[in-house]
Nanobody
Framework: QVQLVESGGGLVQAGGSLRLSCAAS????????MNWYHQAPGKQRELVAT???????NYADSVKGRFTISRDNAKNTVYLQMNSLKPEDTAVYYC??????????????WGQGTLVTVSS
């Protein structure tokens, strides 16, 4: 099965840093646009960052200048470097995107989520 698996979440103090990873596994030919979302309990899931297949990036205003999305296409992995973390960044972070399999074609996937908790 083609799937996305996130890792790297945890508990950090305000001002600290974390790096999240999202690894696509299975019969993957190419990752297209990939995204990071976050969702706090009882809140709407929000788009945090996007990277296109060409490497261009976009960020939510709330994280611009603090977070960096990147990708390693050879490893089929997307990263989210989070610096200067704030308590309001506390949420479950989800990887999402479109991947292409030589066997099954295009598919959109969501990872299982990884919890980031930022203490004040």
């Amino acid at each position: 099965q083609v799937q996305l698996v996130e890792s790297g979440g945890g508990l950090v103090q305000a001002g600290g840093s974390l790096r999240l990873s999202c690894a696509a596994s299975g019969s993957i030919f190419k990752m297209n646009t990939m995204n990071w979302y976050h969702q706090a309990p009882g809140k709407q899931r929000e788009l945090v960052a996007t990277t296109t297949s060409s490497g261009s990036t976009n960020y939510a205003d709330s994280v611009k200048g603090r977070f960096t999305i990147s990708r390693d296409n050879a490893k089929n992995t997307v990263y989210l470097q989070m610096n200067s973390l704030k308590p309001e960044d506390t949420a479950v972070y989800y990887c999402n995107g479109q991947v292409y399999s030589a066997l099954t074609g295009s598919v959109e996937l969501w990872g299982q989520g990884t919890l980031v908790t930022v203490s004040s």
